[in-house]
């Protein structure tokens, strides 16, 4: 079950118009013990959209660090990828 370990007050638009202003990233154990970080993006009106596999790292405690050093441009993109899956 993956886990809350980051979350970041954003100010993004998809393609539809749509505004999204909550990013959280979550991280999962793996059978392997590596943690599988992704992102999920919250807009005001409850929609939500979530990134396939982002990164992965050797522990939790990397994912959140990796989480918290991601520049807007990154979850641009992050937030295209995600819409491509919905």
Known sequence: ?????????IALQD???RRYDLARTLAEEQP????H???EFRSAEGHVLNTERETTQSNIAAV????QGLEEIFLE????RAERLA
């Open 1 to 9: 079950m993956a886990q809350i370990v980051h979350e970041r007050v």
């Open 15 to 17: 393609s539809q118009g």
């Open 32 to 35: 392997d013990g590596t943690w």
């Open 37 to 39: 970080g992704s992102i």
């Open 64 to 67: 959140e660090y990796w989480a």
């Open 77 to 80: 993109g992050a937030l295209a």
